[in-house]
């Protein structure tokens, strides 16, 4: 407000190098601190200014410049697109071969504020010949350095499979895939989460990832005592996981959703969300992998989630990983059914504050269409909603013809009496149903 902006700009090219250091980092600085004022540097006309000296200046001015240039593009896609107007790009990718470790740092960063936003201006990046150079500083053996490149690789690759194969093609996964058991945990969050961006886009670039063996390496990840490491790690199997059945095999071989399945029971919150997808996607695919979910004891810490966590989100996407596992055959359904979690599905479904409904309804529709385990259907006979009644009703009228002692017990629970109070529309499917299940009793026991 006091007009110091202005009064910086002079000072950017004062003949004392301190000073000028110390305007840029004032301004960056400002910067930095809101949109507005990134918005006045970029008004002020001090961009070009910085992208000049940038290439003749000292070490510390270097710094200083980038500094202001990440600061200013990492408020929104416009303000970067600033940066990218002046002729930034092509100074800060001449940094990153710079002798100063932290000058490199320093442009990778900014390079890194810049591709993040979307895809032109990653593309821009690209373009401007930074992927090679990225891949350069990964090998450098400052952690700080490798942390900020393979960041700013990840952002490059997270817009499209076009910009990610760029970085594949540079060489990257090697370099990356050898840093999943680096000691350092800020920089594996930046690994795995770029490798699950390169991952995420296709069937081939999941197995160019695969083939850069980080099975089973990446499943100590899920034991890490870093939370973001952890989930970065539980993202990348998940984003692997969800392409093809053989991908998911592949994981199950290795070891991986045991691995994935322990590390749900040992965390909360957020942490848990790419696990949970995960064990989804794993049984999605097919009956044999969703057995192998079952087997390794997936169903509980998943009915665990549902009841502990908090968030909507999170409770929505364990009923939908429930719903995968349960819908493929009676047998699936009742691995499902057996874990008392019906009930928990039913009154999550009924809650009406719980915002991801859909998801709830379509994972009980898919457990109950496939449930022939009577025992776990009987309780749900009195709650349920009509729309939600119709899928129970009908798997007893599935069973109970063929199964005498299903019949009577379903007499003695007092499953019948329940049956009879429920008014469906005449010629409904629900009041088929219910036909279907009278006709399996002599006339005088459905009086009665």
């Known amino acids: 407000n006091s007009g110091v902006m202005a009064l910086l700009r002079p000072l950017l090219l004062d003949v004392v190098?301190?000073?000028?250091?110390?305007?840029?980092?004032?301004?960056?600085?400002?910067?930095?601190?809101?949109?507005?004022?990134?918005?006045?540097?970029?008004?002020?006309?001090?961009?070009?200014?910085?992208?000049?000296?940038?290439?003749?200046?000292?070490?510390?001015?270097?710094k200083a410049a980038a500094f202001v240039l990440r600061a200013v593009g990492k408020h929104s896609p416009q303000l970067a697109l600033a940066i990218v107007q002046c002729g930034a790009l092509e100074t800060l990718v001449i940094c990153l071969e710079d002798f100063d470790p932290g000058v490199k740092e320093a442009a990778a960063w900014a390079l890194g504020y810049i591709a993040r936003h979307n895809s032109e201006l990653s593309q821009a990046v690209v373009d401007a010949g930074a992927v090679p150079l990225l891949v350069l500083c990964i090998q450098e053996p400052e952690i700080a350095l490798k942390r900020i490149a393979a960041s700013t690789l990840s952002d490059i690759s997270k817009h499209s499979p076009e910009l990610a194969q760029t970085?594949?093609?540079?060489?990257?996964?090697?370099?990356?895939?050898?840093?999943?058991?680096?000691?350092?945990?800020?920089?594996?969050?930046?690994?795995?989460?770029?490798?699950?961006?390169?991952?995420?886009?296709?069937?081939d670039l999941a197995e160019l990832v695969v083939e850069a063996e980080i099975f089973p390496v990446v499943l100590t990840c899920l034991k890490d005592s870093d939370e973001y490491v952890k989930k970065n790690g539980a993202t990348l199997i998940r984003e692997i996981a969800k392409h093809t059945p053989e991908l998911s095999q592949l994981i199950v071989n290795a070891g991986g959703v045991a691995a994935i399945i322990d590390c749900i029971g040992s965390c909360r919150g957020a942490v848990r969300l790419p696990g949970i997808m995960m064990l989804g996607y794993v049984a999605a695919h097919s009956e044999n992998l969703?057995?192998?979910?079952?087997?390794?004891?997936?169903?509980?810490?998943?009915?665990?989630?549902?009841?502990?966590?908090?968030?909507?989100?999170i409770k929505a996407a364990a009923a939908w990983a429930l719903g995968q596992i349960g819908r493929h055959t009676p047998e699936h359904a009742r691995a499902v059914a057996v874990a008392n979690v019906l009930p928990t599905l039913l009154s999550m479904y009924m809650d009406t504050r719980s915002s991801e409904d859909l998801q709830t309804k379509k994972a009980l529709k898919n457990i109950l269409q496939k449930c022939t385990y009577l025992p776990a259907l009987e309780p749900l006979l009195h709650d349920a909603p009509p729309n939600i009644l119709k899928h129970i009703v009908?798997?007893?009228?599935?069973?109970?013809?063929?199964?005498?002692?299903?019949?009577?017990?379903?007499?003695?629970?007092?499953?019948?009496?329940?049956?009879?109070?429920?008014?469906?529309?005449?010629?409904?499917?629900?009041?088929?149903?219910?036909?279907?299940?009278?006709?399996c009793y002599p006339e005088e026991i459905v009086r009665y």
Not at 170 to 196: E, F, T, Y
């Open 167 to 203: 970085v594949v093609d540079a060489g990257a996964i090697a370099h990356l895939a050898q840093m999943i058991l680096n000691p350092d945990a800020k920089l594996k969050r930046q690994v795995l989460s770029a490798l699950s961006q390169i991952a995420k886009h296709s069937v």
């Open 17 to 62: 190098p301190t000073i000028q250091q110390t305007a840029a980092l004032a301004l960056g600085r400002l910067a930095n601190y809101n949109d507005d004022l990134a918005e006045a540097v970029v008004k002020g006309d001090i961009l070009p200014q910085l992208v000049c000296s940038l290439s003749e200046q000292n070490r510390f001015y270097k």
């Open 394 to 439: 009908g798997q007893f009228s599935k069973v109970l013809p063929h199964d005498s002692k299903a019949r009577r017990l379903f007499v003695t629970t007092g499953g019948l009496k329940k049956v009879q109070e429920i008014k469906a529309e005449p010629g409904s499917l629900l009041q088929e149903y219910i036909n279907a299940i009278n006709n």
């Open 290 to 313: 969703s057995m192998a979910v079952i087997i390794s004891k997936g169903i509980p810490p998943l009915c665990a989630c549902l009841i502990e966590e908090n968030e909507d989100h």
